[in-house]
């Protein structure tokens, strides 16, 4: 039996998708060597990683043997942070929603965890879901996910917590109204080629990083991401599937400052799944 025939049956029968890129720093993986852009990476990433899962896959599968969440890693691809290297090594996490879900901030976390062998992250950066056309980001939409936030602090699973893309009006509502201050906040140099004058005064002041990033607001498109998963192998069905959250990592070696390893993790579900 063709590889592209248990692909099809697999991602017929699942209703979710768990995917681990493993570490990109070697990126002889990846078929485009020097994306132009971080949602061109992980469209590659997604599609390549699927393509060498499914190629792994038994020649043949019983109907019992089928399950209903698909778990997309490749051992040979992940490494787990050793204990006795944890204290030389920072795990910063950017974790991007695609609907305004606390559970999936928890279960980002979780997974990020257990996947890279640690039990706390660093640093977490939230990028909220997309808003509609017309609407404007407030306070409302951030306090239930940075509530999320502050509780996976109180039980030390993150030790820093920071935002994305807020201005300055925007960060001193929540920096006023937020037990676990923020510790961050990326700004979008495409958006605005100098740090806005007010916006660095306030940081300084509360001691929050300014960090530049050039993310997209959606990070990957839902028919980009079909469409990295149609590549993956012939004929899939994925008109129903939908991602749920991308979290992207890095380990960096302190004493350094190098990227050891960074990745993705992707969890999708199919419209009539859980």
């Keep these: 039996m063709e590889p592209h025939v248990n692909a099809n049956r697999l991602f017929n029968h699942a209703t979710t ?3 681990h890129t493993g570490n990109l720093v070697n990126r002889s993986r990846l078929k485009k060597k020097c994306p ?16 060498e899962w ?11 043997e089928l399950p209903s969440v698909l778990d997309c890693t490749n051992p040979d691809q992940t490494e787990i942070i050793k204990p006795e290297e944890r204290e030389e090594l920072k795990v910063s ?27 706390q992250l660093d640093s977490v950066i939230i990028a909220p879901p997309p808003l509609l056309d017309g609407e404007v980001q407030t306070l409302t939409h951030l306090q239930p996910l940075w509530e999320e936030l502050e509780s996976l602090v109180h039980s030390q699973k993150i030790a820093a917590i920071g935002t994305s893309d807020l201005d300055k009006c925007l960060l001193e509502q929540l920096y006023n109204w937020a037990q676990v201050k923020p510790s ?11 740090m806005p004058p007010d916006l660095t005064a306030f940081a300084k002041e509360f001691d929050i990083q300014l960090l530049t990033h050039n993310d997209s607001k959606d990070l990957i498109s839902a028919v980009g991401f079909q469409e990295a998963v149609q590549e993956s192998s012939k004929d899939l069905q ?23 390893s960074k990745g993705y993790i992707v969890h999708a579900k199919k419209s009539n799944g859980q």
Excluded at 36 to 51: A, F, R, V
Excluded at 184 to 194: E, K, R, T
Excluded at 241 to 258: E, M, N, P
Aim: aromatic letters at 6%; proline letters at 2%; glycine letters at 4%.
């Design 17 to 19: 998708m768990k995917l």
């Design 36 to 51: 132009s852009s971080p949602s061109e990476e992980l469209q590659d990433c997604i599609q390549g990683t699927l393509s």
């Design 54 to 64: 499914f190629a792994s896959m038994p020649s043949t599968l019983d109907s019992q």
């Design 93 to 119: 996490v950017k974790l991007f929603l695609s609907e305004a879900d606390c559970l999936s901030i928890r279960n980002a976390v979780d997974m990020a965890c257990s996947l890279l062998g640690v039990s």
């Design 184 to 194: 961050s906040n990326q700004v979008n140099l495409a958006s605005c080629c100098v």
């Design 238 to 260: 994925v008109a129903d599937w939908s991602l749920d959250w991308v979290l992207r990592y890095s380990i960096i070696v302190k004493s350094r400052g190098i990227i050891k």
